[in-house]
């Protein structure tokens, strides 16, 4: 399969004309939130008018003042219920780490376990096949050597050795190879 490739005149050339696509995309974007801003504007705040007389503009200021007052304490209310739910997360990521900490998964130890006792437990009381496979073994009776017996009763260690220690011993340990 021969893949075609794109000249690099051409890939410059669709390059810059997606770049030019976004940034029409970007101001018009731009345009509609300097508008939407002024609309804003617009509704929440009238125009300021300078009153002339010293009676119009106390009477501005205590408006403004009370408005003041509404949007700090409607601030005050917000920022409370911030730090209230903030100390909460905090409270409850404790408790996640305490009840992690509490229940550590202990390393699973290996359980000898025979095959009925297993079969019941993935079964349930459903179980009523037996899997002894020792019981229908025979028994066979092991022929005991003579010479198994000889080496098996050595008798005493203690005494063999005691026989053995200091000059004595040496001097027996000759007398019976000889």
């Known amino acids: 399969m021969s893949e075609k490739r794109m000249s690099s005149s051409k890939k410059h050339s669709l390059k810059s004309m997606m770049l030019q696509v976004a940034k029409d995309l970007l101001d018009a974007e731009a345009m509609v939130k300097q508008e939407e801003r002024k609309r804003y504007m617009e509704d929440h705040c009238p125009p300021l008018s300078c009153p002339s007389s010293k ?46 900490g509490k229940f550590k998964k202990p390393p699973l130890k290996k359980v000898r376990m025979s095959a009925d006792a297993m079969l019941q437990a993935l079964l349930g009381s459903k179980h009523k096949v037996s899997m002894d496979l020792r019981a229908n073994l025979k028994q066979v009776k092991k022929e005991v050597k003579e010479e ?18 200091g000059m004595g011993g040496r001097k ?3 007398e019976s190879e000889s």
């Open 55 to 100: 009676q119009e503009l106390q009477e501005l200021c205590k408006e403004l003042h009370v408005k003041i007052e509404v949007v700090d304490e409607e601030r005050y209310i917000l920022e409370h219920k911030a730090i209230m739910v903030v100390n909460e997360v905090k409270d409850l990521n404790i408790k996640i780490i305490d009840l992690k």
């Open 148 to 165: 198994d017996k000889e080496l098996r009763d050595v008798g005493d260690w203690r005494k063999n050795i005691e026989d053995k220690t």
């Open 172 to 174: 027996k340990m000759f």
